[in-house]
């Protein structure tokens, strides 16, 4: 079975730091270009990150500097390193397998195409 599941989520104060975490069980993620997306409450889902299966990253203009995705093929899992958080970073945060057809920085909604974890809960709040 295909599963994605995200966690590292929490309450961070701005300024703060957080990793986030994408487990992957049931396929080798090794393959696929896994993305890191988010969405606050009322507003589309964003793309944040993508990494492509040669290792090359992209990013959302509003987080490029501040976060940084890598993958552990031999853990199965892709990492979003967060920094210098800020109130405006506060959303669910997603991971998916399909950042290939939904580039950082765009806004997305309705169905969506491949896999997706459940979500993990950021709030950046002093």
């Known amino acids: 079975q295909v599963q994605l599941v995200e966690s590292g989520g929490g309450l961070v104060q701005p300024g703060g730091s957080l990793r986030l975490s994408c487990a992957a069980s049931g396929f080798a993620l090794d393959y696929y270009a896994i993305g890191w997306f988010r969405q606050a409450p009322g507003k589309e889902r964003e793309g944040v990150s993508c990494?492509?299966?040669?290792?090359?990253?992209y990013y959302a203009d509003s987080v490029k500097g501040r976060f940084t995705i890598s993958r552990d093929n031999a853990k199965n899992t892709v990492y979003l390193q967060m920094n210098s958080l800020k109130p405006e970073d506060t959303g669910v945060y997603y991971c998916?397998?399909?950042?290939?057809?939904?580039?950082?920085?765009?806004?997305?909604?309705?169905?969506?195409?491949?896999?997706w974890g459940q979500g993990t809960q950021v709030t950046v709040s002093s």
């Open positions: 990494i492509n299966s040669s290792d090359g990253s």
């Open positions: 998916a397998t399909d950042c290939a057809h939904y580039p950082p920085g765009r806004y997305y909604s309705g169905r969506f195409t491949g896999y």
